[in-house]
């Protein structure tokens, strides 16, 4: 078996070729069964020859199982889905045929793809296992660093790789920090758990087994409370837990695949051997692409919030692996279950959900649905589709048993609750708090998406006199943008300070100056123009530098009365020509006056004040 699997992952341009092979076949059976409902436009599309070759007599068996199925008929003519459908995947070559519609280019296939399937007689039964590397600066069972991105192997020792004579030593910030995550998951947990041993051999493990937590996981029956995309209803969700356990992380793998006369090969890296882990399982309560990006969003968040991993999906330190299945709605049993993986995004992760479902509507509306087996496929971001990857192992294979070398695993009382005391503020009471002070939902979820964005927003309320509404205002919108442009600085250590910006936003909002100038003088202050001690020729006060630039706006009602007599009174001929019904010199006057004012009018006031005047009132 391990063998097996070792030939399968390093070989992978033959398994490519199966994948080839396979959505060929497919691709014939969709188009003989096409043809069968008599669809005039399938029936004159072209269907390639090495495709018809290579599955006539599967064709004709579609063509009898269709006749047969027990499923509800799709609500839409097959032929309409066809087009859509994620068999017709992008060739090496780059470009698509679809049925009906020709040759297509790779981005034409690729805005095809992007729509997702539903029909409304199938639904998607959908699980997340993900994986979250715990950020301890050592490993679970040894003192070697778990820094990221360093020297291949140089962050090794005698117990991660598993050399005779050598004993695992449990880290004791790592339990705190898995209980501490257990804790912001809802779950209940197991005072009392043990280790096991998974064993399977792979190049990726050096020990030939992993220790694990197997039918005594330390955390279960959890839930998340999730912010469900618009498209999907919105709302909050609430996401059920299964079960969270502890783990080691295996090396890492870098495959280079054979070229000419060359073998193909693979690279060995363990530094991340032996790095800790938490696996969190949910149970199968999700239902789209953008569902399971939800989730993972809001997972990371939690894990950020709690400072127990940086939940970074490009490095590998969270990862989520989704089981996917497709049923008749109502049918109480769920489809073959079947694992994606190597998702680096969660948008990635939104469009390999969508596209896996669509594979499998697809299968089972061609009658094919005993086809669909249960195995891992991977999500090639390349060509926008899922590739077969391997059959899936059971359970057996991984022959568990306790792990001799560590005892059982016992929580206190008093080590959960010191580790529930020092949990921060959660990522949904963040959003409960906002909410409450009027701010708009997209607001809410650009701060809450960053801690130090929240922190940096609680700091500026803490001053007081800014009004929530425009303060987050601009801190999510001129403020974040500039922080993403060149400067690419993290907000907490932004020269623009808090207090600052909560002056800027008080000046803005009781009139001391107008957005515009606000908008003119941000650049200065986000380069750390005001300081609390006025240091290098700085200000003190936000409306220190106001007034130095002249910037403050006129709100005096005599002062602006006076500008605009001055106005009249130097264009009598327009004034008159206004007063005979020429509408249109209003914006002439208007100009005028702000310009008479060096821009500093208050322009509500202004304008209400010279068309009092206009009129001769
Ligand atoms: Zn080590």
Known sequence: MAAVRAAASLAAPAARLGAHLETDKATARVARTVAHRGSRRARAAPTRASAAEAAPKAGAE?????????????SRPFSAVAPRSPLATPRDDGDARLEGFGRLTRSQTRLLLFVPQSTPEYEAVIGIETHVQINTSTKAFCKCSTTYGNEPNTQTCPVCMGFPGTLPVLNEGVVRKAVTLGVGLNCALRRVSKFDRKQYFYPDLPKGYQISQFDEPYGEHGFVDVVMPVEDGGGERRVGITRAHMEEDAGKLTHFPAKGDQKGYALADYNRA?????????????RTGR???????ELRRLVRYLDVGDGNLSEGSMRCDVNVSVRPKGRERFGTKVEVKNMNSFNAMSRAVDFEVARQTEMILAGREHDIVQETRTWDEARQCTVSMRKKEGLADYRYFPEPDLPPLEFSDAFVDACRDGMPELPAQVRARYKALGLPAADVQVLVEDTELVRYFDACLEHGGAPAKPLANWLTG???????SDAKRAVGSMPLRPGALAEFVTLIETGVMSGKAGKDI???LLAGAV?????DGGFVSVLELVEERGLTQISDPDAIAAIVDEVLAANPDQLAQFRAGKDKLKGFFVGAVLRESGGRANPALANEILMRKLKGE
Do not use: N, Q
Not at 478 to 484: Q, R
Not at 531 to 535: K, L, N, Q
């Open 62 to 74: 579609a063509s009898d199982e269709v006749r047969r199925v027990d499923f509800p008929e799709p």
């Open 274 to 286: 032996g790095v800790a882990l938490v696996e969190i399982v949910t149970e199968p309560d999700l």
């Open 291 to 297: 569902e399971v990006a939800a989730y993972g969003a």
């Open 478 to 484: 001129d403020v974040t943008a500039w922080l993403k």
């Open 522 to 524: 941000l650049p200065d």
């Open 531 to 535: 300081s609390a001690e006025g240091h």
